[in-house]
């Protein structure tokens, strides 16, 4: 049987992600983040924590590197080619950027990571035993590993009656990373089939583009073509599956981080604008 | 007719062979080098000029086992691919030719080497009881002529194993 | 300068049999003290292991960018390690050098041993250990497979068919010395030959497919051999980081792995030579050319190392070349240096006929180039993760003494194994060595007909002594 299967779908299974992969995605969930309008507030990571049941590590662990932080505002100074460095910080909102050829995914010995339908590279907690090769191949180093079992007292009582109960909490040993608030992907398309409709564009958003104050973080589905997030991309001259965006409009402020290494990251940032001299 | 089993044993290997050799050409009826078991301490290569082409068909069993290990290694994982559809992964095809073929290699030398384990155990002989004629010489610095003779021809083994500075000659009758 | 043999040809074959099994009696004093000690080290990595597996990997300082350590690195070291018994055991087997029959076996063993103890790292390593098994290739009701394109799963496949095949390649050749133990053994020794041996009694039909067997799994051991380290090298190699996605890792970590593994056999030839008193077999002569063997291969390994740095310069890769000059000036400067000066420096030692015949030089040397190669793998793990694409995530980590516990148990659990290895089974080849001996007895009586024929036929010429140098 399985070898039935192997022949009559022998082209198929040959098909890497430049021939448009295996299946047809329902949708590709991605991401425009405006770092000119970012304030660096953090509210995004405060949100993302609240959402999705991160533990709270504490300082020491925290000054370790074994923080949990799905989502991190990563701050720059040193812009000396830039007019005025005096300006202050540059912040980054970093999470996944849900690669679409994500190199995460095929090192994982137990295929504990993968890609959806919905182009997401989704984590299977169950299915992880905390190999961390992911993390190591992540260029972006947006997995957090569970380095101890932070539950036992990340939420002493009566925290713990402010978990969100969509979603696990995670023991020691798996590896863990954003998931664009899968469970709100999820119960939203429940919804919209229960109601046997399309999923509309806005109809939900992920806990960090909600939390946002200057809504520098949209998020949607890249493949409606009426979405926010595809006319952002669009706008800005973005396109999926190249290792270089070809513009030469700085108007065109669109970017992706690391797509040189061919990764196809779902995230596109725009670049923060300053005023010349 | 009742048959003997005779076992000589020789400190001087140069004789030993050249007693080999003398079964060969003097032709005592009803005994042919053919019969002759050679047990030595060590390997001897060059005895197989005295002691007959013998063949060994251990290699077969490796070249067996090596087709099977590779054609087995590129179904199995082809097939385990196919039907783990959540495979897809890092815009990589489902069925990973290049990690499949560093499989295959590892898998062909793994059924190759225990293909010819299992042959060997079997082809020479081993996992079974000892000859009783065994020699604990033959384990230091002795070599054995092992040989299967009629009662009639008994006498003119011995002879010719004396002639040869047989150090030992032991005998067994075969029922 | 030196004109011995690299064996006395004279040796009495019973004296032979003497000399190995007098070595397996009777241990001494030093002997257990040895034991204790190997024990008390793995007590100190068990206690640091239960620490781990109850707690987490938190206390082993591991960190969000270095995801992986000490633990890979000391994997990677014992894989090497691991290459040089049975790689040249087999090429020398092939090539017909004989002086490898006195020196093999302990080098073979060392190769299980010590891949016996890598093989233990990729599981410690793991976050979840109690799931280790989910890497393996078995039939699951729930149609679970693993990743086949994980370097991770190379590995375990790599390793399984080495470390079966290299265990039968030592086992087969034991069987005839098994033999002889049998024959002179009494009490649980002998009930333990007797199984092990196989019922082995030499005769011609089983020496001639004893031949075969042995010329077979050399030729596919030397392929193997060089496919698990080059394996191994995938674990980073197939990753896009900077340092570790280098082209040249595979022949790197295969030379890497020939060297430190003959270092470890200069390292225990010394050992077992002075303890058990086999001046006889592990001659100087053989010691000489084992150091000469390494030599050449230390010079290899330097030049992979030039040729990996000029590489990253020339190629203008900016994150290749940040990490190369973080290597050489930042936080892991001092292993970084170490590793060169231990690695490409001290080899030259090797260079000197005095230093190679004199056995305590050659027993530092020995360990110095291990220290190197030890920081190699560290070098190769730590810096790319310290510092890769994002610089937001550099950082400098050092190992807490939970990783060094499980690092330094792995010695005593090695040591352990090689220990109990010597006094149970032969650590010398006795049935091989009477083949050197008898061959090389054949070729002088050969010679020396020849020398007299030569004489014979021109009176006037004064022959030379007959060569003694062996193949």
Redesign the interface.
């Known amino acids: 049987m399985?070898?039935d299967?192997?022949l009559s779908?022998?082209s198929?299974?040959?098909?890497?992600?430049?021939e448009g992969?295996?299946?047809d995605y329902e949708h590709r969930w991605g991401m425009a983040i405006d770092l000119d309008i970012c304030t660096g507030c953090n509210a995004c990571s405060t949100a993302c924590y609240a959402e999705n049941n991160l533990a709270v590590v504490g300082p020491e662990?925290f000054e370790?590197?074994?923080?949990m932080h799905w989502l991190?505002v990563?701050r720059?100074w040193d812009q000396s080619e830039l007019d005025h460095p005096e300006q202050g910080a540059s912040f980054?909102p970093?999470m996944c950027q849900q690669c679409?050829?994500?190199?995460?995914?095929?090192?994982?010995?137990?295929?504990a990571?993968?890609?959806t339908p919905d182009g997401l590279n989704a984590q299977i907690y169950n299915?992880?035993?905390?190999?961390?090769?992911c993390?190591?191949?992540c260029?972006?180093?947006v997995r957090?590993?569970?380095?101890?079992?932070y539950y036992e007292s990340s939420w002493p009582e009566p925290l713990n009656m402010q978990l969100n109960p969509d979603i696990t909490v995670r023991d020691?040993?798996?590896?863990e990373k954003c998931t664009y608030c899968v469970q709100r992907i999820r119960s939203a398309k429940n919804k919209a089939k229960m109601e046997d409709r399309k999923l509309e564009d806005g109809e939900f958003t992920t806990a960090c583009a909600q939390a946002c104050p200057t809504n520098a973080i949209v998020f949607g589905d890249w493949q409606d073509e009426n979405s926010q997030v595809a006319k952002l991309w669009k706008k800005h001259e973005v396109t999926r599956a190249v290792t270089k965006q070809n513009k030469d409009n700085p108007e065109k402020r669109g970017y992706r981080i690391?797509e040189e290494?061919n990764?196809?990251p779902s995230v596109m940032y725009l670049e923060r604008v300053r005023e010349k001299v | 007719m009742s048959k003997h089993c005779v076992m000589g044993l020789f400190s001087d290997f140069d004789e030993a062979f050249a007693a080999i050799s003398d079964i060969r050409k003097t032709k005592i009826p009803g005994v042919s080098v053919d019969d002759v078991t050679l047990k030595s301490p060590i390997e001897h290569p060059e005895i197989e000029e005295v002691l007959g082409e013998r063949p060994v068909h251990l290699q077969k069993f490796t070249l067996f086992g090596a087709i099977f290990g590779v054609t087995f290694g590129f179904f199995f994982l082809a097939a385990a691919q196919a039907s783990f559809l959540v495979q897809p992964q890092g815009g990589k095809p489902v069925v990973a030719l290049p990690s499949n073929f560093v499989l295959m290699y590892e898998m062909l030398i793994f059924f190759a080497v225990w293909g010819t384990f299992l042959a060997f155990l079997f082809l020479s002989g081993l996992l079974r009881k000892r000859h009783s004629l065994y020699s604990e010489n033959v384990s230091l610095d002795q070599v054995g002529i092992l040989i299967d003779v009629d009662d009639s021809n008994l006498e003119r083994v011995k002879d010719l194993f004396k002639q040869h500075k047989a150090v030992e000659i032991r005998e067994e009758e075969i029922r | 300068m030196y004109n011995e043999k690299d064996i006395n040809e004279q040796i009495a074959w019973a004296k032979i049999n003497a000399d190995v099994l007098r070595s397996m009696e009777n241990p001494r004093k030093s002997y257990w003290v040895a034991i204790v000690i190997c024990i008390l080290m793995i007590a100190c990595a068990v206690f640091a292991e239960y620490i781990q597996y109850t707690v987490g990997m938190g206390p082993s300082n591991l960190n969000n960018p270095h995801m992986w350590d000490m633990y890979i690195a000391t994997f990677v070291f014992w894989i090497g390690m691991s290459h040089s018994g049975t790689l040249l055991s087999a090429i020398l087997h092939l090539i017909h050098a004989d002086w490898r029959k006195p020196i093999y076996r302990f080098a073979e063993a060392m190769t299980t041993f010590s891949l016996m103890t890598a093989g233990i790292f990729p599981i410690i390593h793991l976050g979840r250990v109690w799931n280790m098994y989910w890497v393996l290739p078995y039939v699951s009701d729930r149609g679970l497979w693993p990743n086949f394109r994980s370097p991770l799963v190379w590995d375990a496949f790599a390793i399984s068919t080495y470390l079966s095949a290299s265990m039968l390649f030592l086992f087969i050749g034991m069987i005839p010395d098994l033999a002889i133990c049998r024959d002179n053994a009494r009490g649980w020794r002998k009930k333990l030959y007797t199984v092990l041996s196989l019922g082995w009694s030499g005769n011609d039909r089983q020496w001639r497919n004893f031949r075969k067997i042995y010329l077979l799994m050399a030729c596919f051991l030397i392929p193997l051999a060089v496919s698990v380290h080059s394996i191994v090298s995938a674990d980073f190699a197939m990753s896009i980081m900077p340092g570790w996605h280098v082209t040249t890792f595979p022949p790197y970590f295969v030379a890497g792995a020939l060297y430190s593994g003959c270092a470890a056999i200069i390292t225990l030839f010394v050992l077992l030579r002075y303890f058990f008193r086999f001046e006889e077999y592990m001659t100087l002569p053989i010691m000489e050319k084992t150091a000469k063997l390494t030599f050449a291969i230390a010079m290899v390994w330097t030049y992979l190392n030039l040729i990996e740095f000029s590489s990253v310069w020339y190629g203008h890769d900016i994150y290749n070349k940040e990490l190369l000059i973080d290597k050489a000036t930042g936080a892991y400067a001092w292993v970084f240096w170490t590793m060169l000066f231990c690695g490409s420096v001290v080899p030259f030692a090797l260079a000197f006929q005095k230093l190679r015949r004199h056995m305590p030089t050659m027993f530092v040397v020995s360990l110095l180039l291990n220290v190197g190669m030890f920081f190699e793998r560290w070098m190769i793990v730590a810096p790319t993760l310290s510092m890769s694409h994002s610089p937001h995530q550099w950082d400098v980590m050092w190992g807490s003494i939970v990783e060094w516990a499980i690092v330094f148990g792995s010695l005593g659990w090695f040591g352990l194994l090689f220990l109990i290895f010597v006094k149970v089974f032969p650590s010398v080849s006795m049935y091989e060595v009477k083949e050197m001996v008898f061959h090389r007895q054949r070729h002088l009586v050969n010679e020396d007909a020849a020398t007299k024929f030569h004489r014979r036929s021109d009176d006037k010429t004064t022959t030379g002594e007959p060569g003694l140098e062996g193949a």
Not at chain 1, 12 to 18: F, L, N, S, T, V
């Open positions: 399985s070898l299967n192997l779908n022998w198929q299974y040959r098909k890497g992600h430049e992969g295996f299946h662990r370790k590197g074994q923080a991190r990563e720059y980054l970093m679409n050829a994500a190199t995460c995914e095929p090192v994982c010995p137990v295929a990571t993968y890609h299915r992880c035993i905390g190999s961390r090769y993390s190591n191949n260029p972006f180093r957090y590993f569970n380095f101890y079992s020691k040993g798996v590896m690391f290494l990764i196809d």
